[in-house]
């Protein structure tokens, strides 16, 4: 199937700093990529749509000045956890869709980023 | 936000045997998939449905969409260890460029 890389796979950041995680699709473009958080033993929450070219789409309750979201080529979403605090600590994994054809309704997920925020 | 009805929560399961998890919506989806999640991992696509009443398989698994478009079941038959993990099904209403919508997973712990 279709590969979406995320980077890094894990980061350790002090309160306050800023974090920025990166979603590839490496065989294929996507105009939509999809950010999700994921709490121990619980299921994934969308946070975010993220557009490739125009701004992305939010959640309720999702902050868009902390969670920075940049989707500035068909094959690269980034999102920045900016002035991270212990709350912030969590499982962030994004999705993409390679479209096209019968698969257009597939949607592949990286391997996830583990934040924590001492 | 939505979340499918995904049972049950959690099975314990000897080594060998078959097992079976579904989901429920109370709307139809065009698409449902299925995912199996390893701890810190992200999710990785187990099998795709894409028509109502279609049944499918991935080696030992099955899968089958619900004639009425608001469920699907998965199998899993001759369980093994390495099937061990949080499997969880996903809803597509309309085209690729929407958000799934997710069950809460079911959680596979296999004895051997």
């Known amino acids: 199937g279709a590969v979406v890389s995320q980077h890094p796979s894990r980061v350790i950041c002090k309160s306050g700093t800023s974090v920025k995680i990166e979603c590839r699709s490496l065989?294929?473009?996507?105009?939509?990529m999809f950010w999700y958080r994921q709490f121990p033993k619980k299921s994934l929450m969308l946070m975010a749509t993220?557009?490739?070219?125009?701004?992305?789409?939010?959640e309720q309750g999702v902050e868009k000045d902390k969670f920075l979201i940049n989707h500035a080529s068909l094959t690269l979403s980034t999102l920045t956890v900016t002035s991270a605090h212990p709350e912030d600590s969590s499982f962030y994994i994004c999705?993409?869709?390679?479209?096209?054809?019968?698969?257009?309704?597939?949607?592949?997920f990286g391997a996830g980023t583990r934040l924590s925020v001492l | 936000g939505q979340q499918l009805n995904q049972s049950p929560q959690s099975m314990f399961i000897q080594e060998g045997e078959d097992v079976s998890m579904n989901c429920t919506s109370s709307?139809?989806?065009?698409?449902w998939l299925w995912y199996k999640q390893d701890p810190g991992e992200g999710p990785v696509l187990l099998i795709a449905?894409?028509?109502?009443?279609e049944l499918t398989s991935n080696g030992r698994l099955t899968a089958q969409f619900g004639i009425t478009r608001k469920d699907s079941f998965l199998n899993i038959s001759a369980s093994i260890p390495s099937d061990v993990g949080i499997y969880f099904c996903?809803?597509?209403?309309?085209?690729?460029?929407?958000?799934?919508?997710f069950g809460k997973g079911t959680r596979l712990s296999v004895i051997a």
């Open positions: 999705s993409a869709p390679p479209g096209g054809g019968i698969a257009k309704n597939i949607q592949y």
């Open positions: 993220s557009n490739e070219g125009s701004k992305a789409t939010y």
């Open positions: 996903a809803g597509q209403r309309s085209a690729g460029n929407t958000p799934l919508v």
């Open positions: 449905l894409y028509k109502a009443g």
């Open positions: 709307s139809i989806f065009n698409t």
């Open positions: 065989d294929f473009q996507a105009t939509t």
